[in-house]
């Protein structure tokens, strides 16, 4: 069978580029392939001017292929599929074609058996949730506590204790909050498209045809099934996920149809006027009873069910959590708020969160004894005050077992306070703990702290008196010094000979896969597997207990040997050797003992800024090849000090 005309280009592409594993990443525009090359000495200009289908190549931030509108999608759909990614998501730094970057497949060996293992349907449907969601929860968090205090100010100013000119502050605040709940949908539709591989433009518009612009209010649309009129929004993100999901199915069927040159005019056209169609007269009515049911049945279920109810809930939480089955909550939590202002459930399943603290407290006080234990309730511990709950659960309660168990039932116990003492709602997602206090509505948020502190209580009280392995208090009773890692061997039930390390944050800010420095000798593993930190804060600490192997002149790097063995390198900012030592403070020396968490150095990141440098923090494993398994175990995105990063098996 004759190759495919946009194959053959997408493979002559990749040829005269230096390949898959020289591209970091593909985008494309109206008429281009726009390529993020990892090294332009591999590639050949000339040979690449002369594929039969390319019209001609721009050198830039990217490498620009243009091809033309119609081919151009095809192409680029064409070069993500061979390098098994999405358009704009960065390549993984194994995709180098056999017999290429020899030294680059032998450190990313451990990394391919684990990325590669294909994950069952009902997990990538929960990542594809997490996907379309995620990004948004900023603005969730922002704009939700701008309104927060618009209702605050506003229930000020109808008691008569501000001044009716404060309205217009409450009036611009909640001009702010709308600019992200009154279009969510588009939003939404964007975001869903980038995910299921549709148009994102497209997305976007398949978002808003749900809000009914252009209606004829005197004559409304019906519902086919009901003979009722279409309300603006009904269906809400249920239906836009979906449509935009069959938006994405009929978009790809029409691209194998039309024709190239008629592509970027017919395509997009079709496509809306199908499933617009679609959108309104069937997937609005069908969603939008699903999400009444939805909504109505869990706001029933807290109602009638009260306190049991709420200790269900509250219980079942980090199991969720644990198994990542909580990204689809996302969607009900976002039609709850639409549909009544705010969602009930959070701050329910926010006491999970609570009864980890109070289990956590609880092994800190009663194992004590044993320091290297302690160290890492210390560094996991305010993160999870705060809301983020994954390093008590990963790095403390599971591990032992019994904890995980009672600080479920802490959970219940602080959701059952919840759902007894009746409503309290938060006005958006997000973080939960103590950053949630600000999006409860209606002045009911000393329901939401009289849950978290029972939460505390009863995840404390009932892990100290039945949640304490005896073969833990035994340990921490004879505990001779040893070092968190090897801990963390005993509590994970590893043998003597099979050694686990985990390397924590050393700053806070955002973490990024290692390929995407831009910086080849990092991005290419040639120093060693690892992973990156876009920082926001000038502070790093030591990401593992150990000693201290070098301390770089200009104070940029620190290398580190951690007490079994695996070498840490850290490499603050690109280039930053250039500005011999300026912006930065060192805190020790070399072959000096450190603890994990202990401040290393810092640096003034507005120096990087002034001098143009980007400040991006390398973590890498540096006898990676020596090392049974390197693997990153923190999702990408922000990170605090103290999380677990890297998983490190000897």
């Given at each position: 069978m004759?190759?495919?005309?946009?194959?053959?280009?997408?493979?002559?592409?990749?040829?005269?580029?230096?390949?898959?594993?020289?591209?970091?990443?593909?985008?494309?525009?109206?008429?281009?392939?726009?390529?993020?090359?990892?090294?332009?000495?591999?590639?050949?200009?000339?040979?690449?001017?002369?594929?039969?289908?390319?019209?001609?190549?721009?050198?830039?931030?990217?490498?620009?292929?243009i091809v033309g509108p119609g081919t151009v999608n095809k192409v680029a759909g064409k070069m993500v599929e061979t390098a098994g990614v999405k358009l704009g998501e960065?390549?993984?730094?194994?995709?180098?074609?056999?017999?290429?970057?020899?030294?680059?497949?032998?450190?990313?060996?451990?990394?391919?058996?684990?990325?590669?293992?294909?994950?069952?349907?009902?997990?990538?449907?929960?990542?594809?949730?997490?996907?379309?969601?995620?990004p948004l929860i900023p603005a969730f968090v922002g704009a939700g506590i701008v309104g927060g205090v618009a209702a605050v100010l506003s229930n000020m100013i109808v008691a008569g204790d501000l001044s009716s000119s404060f309205q217009q502050y409450v009036d611009v605040m909640n001009?702010?909050?709308?600019?992200?709940?009154?279009?969510?949908?588009?939003?939404?539709g964007i975001n869903a498209a980038q995910e299921f591989g549709a148009t994102p433009s497209l997305g976007g518009v398949i978002g808003a045809v749900t809000l009914l612009n252009g209606m004829n209010v005197e004559a409304p649309l019906t519902n086919i099934f009901t003979g009722q009129p279409l309300?603006?929004?009904?269906?809400?993100?249920?239906?836009?996920?979906?449509?935009?999901?069959?938006?994405?199915?009929?978009?790809?069927?029409?691209?194998?149809?039309?024709?190239?040159?008629?592509?970027?005019?017919?395509?997009?056209?079709?496509?809306?006027?199908?499933?617009?169609?679609?959108?309104?007269?069937?997937?609005?009515?069908?969603?939008?009873?699903?999400?009444?049911?939805?909504?109505g049945g869990i706001n029933g279920l807290l109602h009638i069910g009260g306190a049991i109810a709420g200790f269900v809930l509250g219980a079942a939480f980090l199991p969720m959590v644990m198994l990542g089955l909580h990204?689809?909550?996302?969607?009900?939590?976002?039609?709850?708020?639409?549909?009544?202002?705010?969602?009930?459930?959070?701050?329910?399943?926010?006491?999970?969160?609570?009864?980890?603290?109070?289990?956590?407290?609880?092994?800190?006080?009663?194992?004590?004894?044993?320091?290297?234990?302690?160290?890492?309730?210390?560094?996991?511990?305010?993160?999870?005050i705060l809301g983020i709950g994954e390093p008590l659960i990963y790095g403390v309660t599971l591990p032992l077992g019994r904890p995980f168990i009672t600080a479920c039932i802490g959970g219940g116990v602080g959701g059952a306070v919840i759902g007894a003492m009746g409503y309290a709602g938060a006005t958006?997602?997000?973080?939960?703990?103590?950053?949630?206090?600000?999006?409860?509505?209606?002045?009911?948020?000393?329901?939401?702290?009289?849950?978290?502190?029972?939460?505390?209580?009863?995840?404390?009280?009932?892990?100290?008196?039945?949640?304490?392995?005896?073969?833990?208090?035994?340990?921490?009773?004879?505990?001779?010094?040893?070092?968190?890692?090897?801990?963390?061997?005993?509590?994970?039930?590893?043998?003597?000979?099979e050694t686990e390390t985990k390397i924590m944050a050393p700053m806070t800010g955002e973490l990024v896969k290692l390929e995407t420095v831009p910086d080849e000798v990092f991005s290419a593993g040639m120093l060693g597997a690892g992973a990156a930190i876009v920082?926001?804060?000038?502070?790093?600490?030591?990401?593992?207990?150990?000693?201290?192997?070098?301390?770089?002149?200009?104070?940029?790097?620190i290398g580190l040997t951690s007490d079994s063995g695996v070498e840490v390198l850290l490499h603050v900012g690109l280039d930053t050797v250039k500005l011999d030592g300026e912006g930065f403070e060192t805190f020790v020396v070399a072959n000096q003992r450190v603890q994990v968490g202990e401040k290393l150095l810092t640096v003034d990141l507005d120096v990087l800024q002034k001098h143009g440098l980007n400040p991006v923090t390398m973590m890498v494993i540096t006898n990676s090849a020596d090392l049974d398994d390197v693997s990153v175990v923190a999702d990408p995105g922000e990170i605090q000090i103290g999380v677990a990063v890297l998983d490190v098996k000897k």
């Amino acid at each position: 069978m004759a190759e495919d005309k946009n194959a053959r280009i997408a493979r002559e592409i990749y040829e005269n580029v230096g390949g898959v594993s020289n591209v970091a990443k593909i985008i494309h525009c109206m008429t281009r392939v726009r390529m993020t090359i990892k090294d332009y000495s591999q590639v050949d200009l000339d040979k690449l001017k002369a594929v039969d289908g390319v019209m001609g190549v721009v050198e830039d931030d990217t490498l620009q292929v243009i091809v033309g509108p119609g081919t151009v999608n095809k192409v680029a759909g064409k070069m993500v599929e061979t390098a098994g990614v999405k358009l704009g998501e960065e390549f993984p730094g194994d995709n180098a074609p056999a017999g290429n970057l020899d030294d680059l497949a032998a450190n990313t060996k451990s990394e391919m058996k684990n990325k590669y293992n294909k994950p069952s349907r009902i997990k990538t449907i929960l990542k594809m949730i997490a996907n379309i969601f995620v990004p948004l929860i900023p603005a969730f968090v922002g704009a939700g506590i701008v309104g927060g205090v618009a209702a605050v100010l506003s229930n000020m100013i109808v008691a008569g204790d501000l001044s009716s000119s404060f309205q217009q502050y409450v009036d611009v605040m909640n001009i702010i909050k709308n600019g992200i709940f009154s279009y969510l949908v588009i939003y939404v539709g964007i975001n869903a498209a980038q995910e299921f591989g549709a148009t994102p433009s497209l997305g976007g518009v398949i978002g808003a045809v749900t809000l009914l612009n252009g209606m004829n209010v005197e004559a409304p649309l019906t519902n086919i099934f009901t003979g009722q009129p279409l309300a603006s929004g009904q269906g809400g993100i249920i239906g836009v996920i979906f449509a935009v999901w069959l938006l994405s199915l009929f978009e790809k069927q029409l691209r194998k149809v039309i024709p190239d040159s008629i592509d970027i005019i017919v395509t997009p056209t079709i496509s809306l006027i199908v499933v617009g169609l679609a959108t309104i007269f069937l997937i609005m009515p069908v969603a939008g009873a699903i999400s009444l049911a939805l909504v109505g049945g869990i706001n029933g279920l807290l109602h009638i069910g009260g306190a049991i109810a709420g200790f269900v809930l509250g219980a079942a939480f980090l199991p969720m959590v644990m198994l990542g089955l909580h990204q689809v909550l996302t969607p009900i939590h976002i039609e709850m708020i639409e549909k009544t202002g705010s969602t009930q459930l959070l701050p329910i399943l926010a006491m999970a969160g609570g009864g980890q603290v109070g289990a956590a407290l609880a092994l800190a006080l009663r194992l004590r004894k044993n320091k290297a234990f302690l160290e890492l309730v210390k560094g996991a511990l305010p993160v999870g005050i705060l809301g983020i709950g994954e390093p008590l659960i990963y790095g403390v309660t599971l591990p032992l077992g019994r904890p995980f168990i009672t600080a479920c039932i802490g959970g219940g116990v602080g959701g059952a306070v919840i759902g007894a003492m009746g409503y309290a709602g938060a006005t958006a997602i997000g973080p939960s703990g103590l950053a949630l206090i600000p999006l409860i509505v209606q002045g009911r948020w000393y329901v939401y702290i009289i849950g978290l502190l029972a939460a505390y209580a009863a995840g404390f009280f009932i892990t100290y008196f039945f949640g304490i392995p005896a073969s833990e208090k035994e340990k921490a009773d004879h505990y001779q010094g040893d070092d968190v890692a090897t801990v963390d061997n005993q509590i994970m039930g590893l043998s003597a000979t099979e050694t686990e390390t985990k390397i924590m944050a050393p700053m806070t800010g955002e973490l990024v896969k290692l390929e995407t420095v831009p910086d080849e000798v990092f991005s290419a593993g040639m120093l060693g597997a690892g992973a990156a930190i876009v920082p926001t804060d000038g502070t790093v600490v030591a990401p593992v207990s150990g000693t201290v192997t070098s301390v770089f002149p200009t104070k940029h790097a620190i290398g580190l040997t951690s007490d079994s063995g695996v070498e840490v390198l850290l490499h603050v900012g690109l280039d930053t050797v250039k500005l011999d030592g300026e912006g930065f403070e060192t805190f020790v020396v070399a072959n000096q003992r450190v603890q994990v968490g202990e401040k290393l150095l810092t640096v003034d990141l507005d120096v990087l800024q002034k001098h143009g440098l980007n400040p991006v923090t390398m973590m890498v494993i540096t006898n990676s090849a020596d090392l049974d398994d390197v693997s990153v175990v923190a999702d990408p995105g922000e990170i605090q000090i103290g999380v677990a990063v890297l998983d490190v098996k000897k």
